[in-house]
């Protein structure tokens, strides 16, 4: 028996809510298994946390969470923290602490869910977005200077090392290999404007290139490649982004697999040398909050990419098929789906098929 100790950190706003779905299928999964388990500690950080301690975390929060295989967080932010706090108290934290350098963020339209696209079917909407995760636009440098004079002037440095854009785009093909489809990597840039970050960022994406001699390259301004993502989705393989590029289209994304209700993520440190994170890339979005009508299928998916993280077991792909048979039988839907089904009863609804699937 091999057991996993995960830190869950629910967060703030839906974060509670869909987490419990996570939790429900993995231990689903682990109970269908029987040679698995999942030992959990929640951690009750977030924003209320903030308004009652002065921190997001503990203070010493990362060496707490060290221990653990991996981490499951639902979501930070609430009206009553400004955003930057929150987020660079917690979320960004525990990505840069960590250097979970790699966030790896599939796209797939699902049979049964709204792709907003007339015409585009599950077969063309399938590709994965890797966005470097701990430095670029996010790294934090800046200031501001003669502040509430006239003068008063922001400055926000972006920072992209040789070791870490390497690493990304050399996992970025490593992954168009392993995924086999197009053999493609495309690089989202932006260097016609940024002249030195971006000007570098695709000299890094070519020399590594220079590596992998079977795998097609494109170089796509980062604009263009959101217009393309409207107009030919089908034409995406991997993709590899800069933090603020990645994160930008991938809300796109999200909207192409039929809304944020889907999207899932994985903030890898490849090293294992700290945990990785998982979570969804939707927030704590306060406009539903407590009512128990989140879509928990993001989180969902995070579990099962968890799950790859930690396993080498291609029964994993049976809580994908899970998610679709609820989604194509549209009775155990949440109200962003046109339902009326409460967060749980998706949670019981996938587990359910789950069961079934595995047998
Ligand atoms: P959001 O993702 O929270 O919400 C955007 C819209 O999508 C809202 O209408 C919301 O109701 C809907 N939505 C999101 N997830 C959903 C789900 N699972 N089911 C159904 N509907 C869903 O983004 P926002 O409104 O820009 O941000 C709200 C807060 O969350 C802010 O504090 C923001 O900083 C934070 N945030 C946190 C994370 C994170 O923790 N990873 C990610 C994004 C935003
Ligand atoms: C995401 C979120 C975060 C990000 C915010 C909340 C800091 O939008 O994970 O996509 O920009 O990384
Ligand atoms: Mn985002």
């Known amino acids: 028996m091999k057991r996993f100790k995960i830190a869950v950190i629910p967060g ?3 974060g509670n809510e869909v987490t419990a779905e996570g939790i429900k299928v993995l231990d689903a999964f682990a109970a269908y298994k029987g040679n698995i388990g999942f030992d959990y500690e929640f951690f009750p950080w977030g924003c209320e946390y903030y308004l009652k301690t002065g921190n997001m975390m503990e203070e010493d ?15 930070v932010g609430d009206p009553s923290v400004p955003d930057h706090i929150s987020l660079h108290g917690l979320l960004i934290k525990i990505r840069q602490g960590f250097n979970q350098s790699i966030n790896l963020r599939p796209v797939k339209l699902l049979p049964g869910a709204p792709c907003p696209l007339k015409d585009k079917k599950p077969e063309d909407i399938d590709f994965v977005v ?30 992209f090392t ?8 050399d996992y970025a093909f490593k992954l168009a290999q392993k995924r086999n489809k197009f053999n493609k990597v495309t690089n989202v840039t932006k260097s016609n ?16 290139a220079g590596n992998y001699e079977e795998i097609t390259t494109e170089t796509t301004h980062v604009d263009a490649v959101s217009m393309y993502f409207i107009q030919k989705p089908e034409a995406y393989d991997v993709l590899v982004a800069s933090n603020l590029f990645g994160d930008i289209i991938t ?19 490849i090293e294992k040398e700290y945990p990785s994170m998982f979570e969804p890339v939707h927030g704590s979005a306060p406009d539903i909050k407590d009512k128990g009508i989140a879509n928990p299928m993001a989180m969902i998916w995070t579990a099962k990419m968890m799950l790859d993280f930690l ?3 291609s029964d994993t792909e049976a809580i994908i098929k899970a998610i679709t048979e609820v989604l194509v039988e549209g009775k155990t839907l949440t109200p962003d789906l046109k339902g009326n089904a409460k967060t749980s009863e998706v949670g019981d609804a996938v587990c359910e098929k789950l069961k079934s699937i595995l047998g």
């Open 251 to 269: 809300d796109l994304g999200a909207a192409l697999q039929g809304g944020l209700g889907f999207a899932a993520s994985g903030n890898l440190n």
């Open 12 to 14: 703030d706003g839906i």
């Open 311 to 313: 396993l080498e077991d």
């Open 193 to 208: 404007a940024l002249n030195y970050s971006m000007v570098f960022w695709d000299k890094i994406f070519q020399e590594v």
């Open 130 to 159: 890797i966005r470097e995760n701990v430095e670029g636009e996010y790294s934090g440098v800046g200031g501001i200077r003669f502040p509430d004079r006239p003068e008063e002037t922001a400055i926000q440095t972006s920072v």
């Open 162 to 169: 040789r070791k870490n854009t390497e690493k990304i785009m």
């Open 61 to 75: 929060g990362l060496k707490t969470l060290e221990k653990f295989d991996a981490i499951l967080l639902g979501a």
